[in-house]
């Protein structure tokens, strides 16, 4: 058996939570006050994924860059090729809160999004 200790991320809480585990399997979770930590502990032991925030560059806007996240969380291992795929990737004005960027980013499925409004110059 192995105890994996971990600090839950799903509510400002941060419980300190212990994770048994017998090979992939997860065996028993301790120290979560709510489901959210239960979930997030199961998950970051089997299946760790991220959401991934940054920001592309924008041509024609009032900023030179805009943020963006992915819509949804995207397995850990695949950040870096996300990251990647950002490079060199720029958008024209206006950019508004919710459009998507890149349909399907770095293969996951996810469709990454602009956060913020930029308008046009």
Known sequence: MEIRKLT??????????SVTM????VKSIEGYTCKRGKDYAAKEVTNPRRIV???VRISQGVLP??????K???PKEK???CMHAL??????????I???????IAGTGVALVATKNVEAS
């Open 8 to 17: 839950c991320i799903g509510c400002p809480m941060g419980c300190a939570l």
């Open 22 to 25: 017998e090979g992939k399997e």
């Open 53 to 55: 925030t940054s920001t």
């Open 65 to 70: 860059v805009v943020s963006v996240k992915t």
């Open 72 to 74: 949804e969380d995207i």
């Open 79 to 81: 950040i870096l090729d």
């Open 87 to 96: 490079d060199g990737i720029q958008v024209t004005a206006p950019v508004r």
């Open 98 to 104: 919710g459009d998507v960027i890149i349909d399907d």
